[in-house]
Nanobody, 119 residues
Framework: QVHLVESGGGLVQAGDSLKLSCAASGRAFSAYVLAWFRQAPGKEQEFVGAISRNGRTYYADFVVGRGTISRDNAENTMTLQMNNLKPGDTAVYYC?????????????WGQGTQVTVSS
């Protein structure tokens, strides 16, 4: 089990950058695949990116070239650096930690951090 808390969101202008953070307590981050998702009002949840237990990253197309995910297992934190933000990036961004224990899938979620990008 792990408790996740996101931070770093806010109101920014188009072209600005933000660094979102996910802090964990409980089980160490090293046990989990970590990911970011986002959801805008009235739209489905959207995959942003993920980072494996050994640091391999995966990104949605809209993130490539302007977003970077990193993890620090010693500090139990994960970050999403997003540059050149656009109004379409406006959403609640959620941290996810996933693992499989004894054949059962476990997913843990933070409560999200709001990112609002004005034109």
């Amino acid at each position: 089990q792990v408790h996740l808390v996101e931070s770093g969101g806010g109101l920014v202008q188009a072209g600005d950058s933000l660094k979102l953070s996910c802090a964990a307590s409980g089980r160490a981050f090293s046990a989990y695949v970590l990911a970011w998702f986002r959801q805008a009002p009235g739209k489905e949840q959207e995959f942003v990116g993920a980072i494996s237990r050994n640091g391999r990253t995966y990104y949605a197309d809209f993130v490539v070239g302007r977003g970077t995910i990193s993890r620090d297992n010693a500090e139990n934190t994960m970050t999403l650096q997003m540059n050149n933000l656009k109004p379409g990036d406006t959403a609640v961004y959620y941290c996810n930690a996933g693992t499989i224990i004894a054949g059962d899938r476990y997913d843990y979620w933070g409560q999200g951090t709001q990112v609002t990008v004005s034109s």
